[in-house]
T-cell receptor, first 110, second 114 residues
């Protein structure tokens, strides 16, 4: 069962463009994390958000947790080829279970 | 390098067989998580252990079992393998067992069931 839907599923943009990835659910999560995964490797944590409405910035990446703690977004400013990868959101639900989103595959073309 | 090690890196076996995947967490981490990643299902949480005890259970099949040993390494046992079990299996570890803790993922074991 996929509780977290990400959109878009695939994204191909030119270097320097901005983009936003969305992570939506009908469930409430105690915390939400964003990961980036490169081919052949495990996911690497980018950020954890825990408070509804929270906004965190990591250089050119801005993460927001929805007020109701059901959704989140990741905005990348001036994308670079090094941003290429699979972006995954993950929510912590009841019973300490972790649910990963469907993933957004980002390609940044030089 | 996350500090989490997984062996083997690749595993090819036949349907009906049983395999064991091994994970060593980062030094000092008490919690271990197992995930399955396939093209059609994405990354699925299987099970979590904290200091040797089962902490949370996800979409783990009855044919699968896991344990965490006193030295904190963990093993995931997959039995009566089916073609659909072919996937990447990741282990992750965290310092504690809470949902806010950063999980560090290993490089994964790619299982192919023929």
């Amino acid at each position: 069962t996929q509780l977290l839907e990400q959109s878009p599923q695939f994204l191909s943009i030119q270097e320097g463009e901005n983009l936003t990835v969305y992570c939506n659910s009908s469930s409430v999560f105690s915390s939400l994390q964003w990961y980036r995964q490169e081919p052949g490797e495990g996911p690497v944590l980018l950020v954890t958000v825990v408070t509804g409405g929270e906004v965190k910035k990591l250089k050119r990446l801005t993460f927001q947790f929805g007020d109701a703690r059901k959704d989140s977004s990741l905005h990348i400013t001036a994308a670079q080829p090094g941003d290429t990868g699979l972006y995954l959101c993950a929510g912590a639900g009841a019973g300490n279970q972790f649910y990963f989103g469907t993933g957004t595959s980002l390609t940044v073309i030089p | 390098d996350s500090g989490v090690t997984q062996t083997p890196k690749h595993l090819i076996t036949a349907t009906g067989q049983r395999v064991t995947l091994r994970c060593s967490p980062r030094s000092g981490d008490l919690s271990v998580y197992w995930y399955q990643q396939s093209l059609d299902q994405g990354l699925q949480f299987l099970i979590q252990y904290y200091n040797g005890e089962e902490r949370a259970k996800g979409n783990i099949l009855e044919r699968f079992s896991a344990q965490q040993f006193p030295d904190l390494h963990s093993e995931l046992n997959l039995s009566s393998l089916e073609l659909g079990d072919s996937a990447l299996y990741f282990c992750a570890s965290s310092e504690w067992g809470g949902s806010y803790n950063e999980q560090f993922f290993g490089p994964g074991t790619r299982l192919t069931v023929l």
